[in-house]
């Protein structure tokens, strides 16, 4: 069956990095794109990000762009989400999905 | 952007019930509309895409309607499982919006 699974979230500092990933199987992920969506405590979903499904094509939230970067490596079959300059207000369950499948999320919380 | 508005914000419902809620785009849409149920704790479940078309599983007294700027996801006969936040979502365009959310609390 399809399982999404995330992982790299923790405490981390304001203005630091920290890096996701998100491990597909039981699909063909080398055809889907592939999305990050966040919740913050509390607080509703917004998406952040999208690569296409070779990865030639990103698009960004405004709220993350120029600071998140959106990655896959179809050969292991896992997404990443690399955050840079990370702030108070990045702080959210960090999900990944696709079409009709998302990940039980990981937990970012940025704070000093 | 395209705004996602729903309503209302809450629901107060009992076993059985019919339950309507509303989302309204900014801009037209087409069909390109997905309905999430979020239960507290939980990852989003996907429900409908396309506006109309169940994900695969879920149960027949869901529906999904509409096209253009205006949708609506009913539930025909509330069960207890179905107590949860449920939110829209437009594919129209990027970047993805969502509205902000109906939760069906029980009466």
């Known amino acids: 069956q399809v399982q999404l699974v995330e992982s790299g979230g923790g405490v981390v500092q304001p203005g630091r990095s920290r890096r996701l990933s998100c491990a597909a199987s039981?699909?063909?992920?080398?055809?889907?794109?592939m999305h990050w969506v966040r919740q913050a405590p509390g607080k509703g979903l917004e998406w952040v990000a999208v690569?296409?499904?070779?990865?030639?094509?990103?698009q960004y939230a405004a709220s993350v762009k120029g600071r998140f970067t959106v990655s896959r490596d179809n050969s292991k079959n896992t997404l990443y989400l690399q955050m840079n300059s990370l702030r108070v207000e990045d702080t959210a369950v960090y999900y990944c999905a696709t079409e009709g499948y998302w990940g039980q999320g990981t937990l970012v919380t940025v704070s000093s | 952007d395209i705004q996602m508005t729903q309503s209302p914000s809450s629901v107060s419902a009992s076993v059985g019930d019919r339950v309507t809620i509303t989302c309204r785009a900014s801009q037209g849409i087409s069909s390109w509309l997905a309905w999430y149920q979020q239960k507290p704790g939980k990852a989003p479940k996907p429900l409908i895409y396309?506006?109309?078309n169940l994900q695969s599983g879920v149960p027949p007294r869901f529906s999904g309607s509409g096209s253009g700027t205006e949708f609506t996801l009913t539930i025909s006969s509330l069960q207890p499982e179905d107590f949860a936040t449920y939110y829209c979502q437009q594919a129209n365009s990027f970047p993805l919006t969502f509205g902000g959310g109906t939760k069906v609390e029980i009466k």
């Open positions: 396309g506006a109309s």
């Open positions: 690569i296409s499904d070779v990865g030639g094509d990103k």
């Open positions: 039981g699909f063909t992920f080398t055809t889907y794109a």
